[in-house]
Structure formats: C-alpha cells, structure tokens
C-alpha cells in the first residue's frame, strides 16, 4: 500500500494503455493470435475495494457554485449533492451511481449521496488504519443484486464484435456507471427555469401551453431553451461523469498493477435488460417500449436504482418534489444542516435560493407537457444512461512479452502477483 500511495501521477497518466489480455485469456486467430498457459483469477478483495474506491468513492465536500450576479445575495442552488467525489460532476449534480460483476455476482454501490462513515479524504492516500476504514465504510454500501456474473452471449449485438473475445471474461472485475438521465435532464431544467429561461417543444414545433402564467419570473420568455437541446446538454454531461470515473479507475489500474481497459462495446440495453430476449435479463431494469420511440426505455431497478420518472414516483409533480428534497432536504447540498468545507458551512448553505411553490409548479408543467407529449421522460434521450465500463483483470504479461516490444506493461504489471498476493 505504501508503494500504491507513493506511485507517481505522471507514471499513471502516461503509462496508461488499454490492456486487454488477461491470465486466462485466449485471441484465436488474427496477427495477435495467442492462448495463455495460465487460469482466470478473481481481484484479490482489497484490489477489488481499491478499484471500485477510486471509481466512485467520496472524497470531502464539493465547494458548490460561488456566486452568480442575478442570485445574490443567494448562493446558487444548481448542485443535486453535497458530496465530493473522485470525478468532476456539472454543477455537483452527481446523478450517477454504480453497479459492477464479478465472478461472485452483480452488486449496486451508491455512493452520490449520504455521507460515508469514513472518506477517503482529498490529502492523499493514507496507509494506515484510516485506508482500511474508508474502503470498510464503501463496502458496507454494496448490495447483492445477483449471486450470478452478469450474463450476455458471447455474439452481436450483445457485445460489438470486437469485444466479444474478452469483455467480462471469467476473473475479470466489470464496473458499471448509470447515470439517472432523467435527474440530470430535470436538474437542467430547474437551472434554466431559475435563470429565467422556460422549455419549447422543437420536436413538435409549438409552444408548451401555461407557460404565460409564469411570465414574471421568466426574464428570457422570448428566449426559450429547445427541448433538444436541453436533452443533448444533459446527456452530455452525464456522459461525462460516467467517463471521467471510469478514466480514474483506469489510472488506478496502472499503479495497482492491474490490467483493463475503459471500454464500451457492450450493448447498452443488453446490460441494463431490456434486450427483449428472456435468457438475458442483464441488471434487471424495468422499461417501456413505444411505437413512437426507435428502442424500449429502461427506467429503473425497483428498489435499488430508480429514476426521477413516473415509472417509479408515481407522479411528474412527485418527481419534482423528490428532486426538491435531494436538494434542500435533510443531507441536501442546500440544506443549512449538512456539514461542508466553509468556516461558515451552516450559513452559507442555508443562504441558497429557494425553490418557492412557484418554481416547482412551473417545473412541474414542463415535464408534465414532456410526459404526456411523448409518453417518456427525457423527451429525446433515455431515462437512464450507460455507456463507459470499467474492466479490471490480471495481466498476462507472457502476451506482451511475445508479441510487443520492451514497455508494453509497467514496472507494477510485472511485480503484481507478488506485491499483492493475488
């Protein structure tokens, strides 16, 4: 451990290579044809708890938006979470939370919200008694969804063919950011709709019928944002958060030793189950389908990851008030309650921009209107959103001794089996 919290950030950032044969490992036929002589083997549990700590573990307080001209003297209310995590988030929305496999089954761990007993702090990596209780403190959140690795057939359109040699290969660890497209969606809206701009139906081509009613506090009527538009933002962002999670955990691998890849040619509905095919019911996500949209929606797992639609709240206003609650609700980034990193923290989030009756009955419309418009909400864009994995393994370095020239693993690959006990 003291190797690990001492390993060079550069050494990490520019060693960083997609590694993909594994002990165990087998290409067929092709230039790179090779078998490996060795069996699969499972991440040992701590390199496994380090992997899914870097990913997605918590890491203090985010400093929030400070200030915006037409709030004052309000802080800005844009952030979905207090919390500070190992990836950037737009605005502190943080609307991703993660599921990963293994030989031992398929598990949920979210970690966007409630505070860990124990962080892992922004000063560093501790080697100490401090380490073992963060990763304890992540662990406890994880959730036995399935006792069975996630199963998808090794064929198109499952996996993209080029994937279908490796991707969640027997020993290998698979991470799997969702992020809650709807919540970010909503989160957009609210932040347009407190700055003044309403939504238009682009799609459609007409205007969203009520919207007069809250012409006082819409500075920018005549300037309303595209329902489009508005979708593309938010997969954008959300897109974002699930790469950049994958991106450290992808640094970690390095300094680990490990192997593996960000990688992302596993089929997106297979995974989440909405393939249509019995035999494969992926993560196991409610979803609609509709003669109107092009693919089903995946909305949610019951009890475990649902998102901000009415699939799983009953009610677009019901949405609203669930986003209402994360925000200034016990916990909630706005919330004067809620510890944070200012000398003053109880003040000046206590001092955030409300959410008055008004705003979540002009937020309501709106995504009423989407709704029923088009029989889902996003309009335009799934409701629930995957897209990078990542995949952790051991190396075979016997394949890159064979087929590549001197470098092509690190100093950490090489000495992984004996540094770590795995």
């Not at 993660?98 to 080697?127: H, K, M, N």
């Not at 994937?163 to 660890?173: D, E, R, S």
């Not at 609203?320 to 990193?341: D, H, I, Q, Y």
Request: aromatic letters at 12%; proline letters at 6%; hydrophobic letters at 40%.
């Amino acid at each position: 451990m003291a190797d690990l919290a001492q390993f060079p950030f550069f050494d990490a950032l520019l060693g960083r290579r997609s590694r993909r044969f594994p002990v165990g490992g087998h290409i067929p036929a092709g230039p790179l044809a090779f078998k490996s002589n060795k069996e699969p083997r499972s991440l040992t549990d701590l390199q496994r708890a380090l992997v899914l700590a870097t990913m997605s573990g918590q890491t203090g307080w985010h400093f929030a938006i400070t200030h915006h001209p037409g709030y004052a003297p309000h802080l800005p209310n844009y952030s979905g979470s207090a919390i500070g995590r190992t990836f950037p988030s737009a605005a502190g929305f943080h609307t991703t939370d993660f599921f990963f496999t293994d030989d031992s089954g398929i598990y949920f761990l979210s970690t966007r919200d409630a505070v860990l007993d124990t962080q892992l702090g922004s000063e560093g990596l501790p080697c100490n008694d401090e380490l073992e209780r963060a990763l304890n403190a992540l662990l406890a959140r994880v959730v036995r969804v399935s006792d069975e690795r996630l199963y998808l057939p090794r064929e198109q359109p499952y996996f993209e063919g080029h994937n279908t040699w490796i991707a969640n290969w027997p020993g290998t660890l698979l991470v799997i950011p969702v992020a809650d497209l709807a919540q970010q969606t909503l989160l957009n809206i609210a932040f347009f709709g407190q700055n003044g701009y309403a939504l238009y139906d682009d799609l459609n081509g007409r205007e969203i019928p009520g919207l007069e009613r809250f012409a006082g506090r819409l500075e920018h009527a005549a300037e309303p944002q595209p329902i489009s538009f508005v979708d593309q933002y938010s997969l954008a962002e959300a897109s974002a958060e699930l790469m950049t999670s994958s991106y450290a955990g992808h640094l970690a691998l390095g300094a680990i030793g490990l192997g593996g890849w960000s990688v992302d040619g596993l089929d997106r509905l297979s995974v989440l189950g909405a393939s249509g095919n019995p035999d494969v019911p992926g993560l196991g996500f409610s979803y609609d389908e509709d003669a109107r949209w092009s693919m089903p929606n995946p909305t949610g797992l019951d009890g475990v990851f649902e998102s901000f639609t009415r699939q799983h709240y009953g009610s677009m206003r019901a949405v609203v008030e669930a986003l209402v609650e994360r925000k200034f609700g016990a916990g909630g980034p706005f919330n004067s309650g809620t510890p944070g990193a200012w000398r003053d923290s109880r003040g000046i989030r206590g001092s955030a921009a409300p959410f008055d009756e008004e705003m979540i009955d002009l937020l309501t419309l709106q995504l009423e209107y989407i709704d029923s418009s088009f029989g889902k909400f996003p309009a335009a864009v799934p409701s629930v959103w995957i897209m990078n994995y990542l995949q952790a393994q051991h190396l075979d370095t016997d394949f890159y001794d064979a087929l590549f020239t001197p470098g092509a693993y690190l100093s950490t690959h090489a000495n992984e089996q004996a540094r770590w006990g795995s």
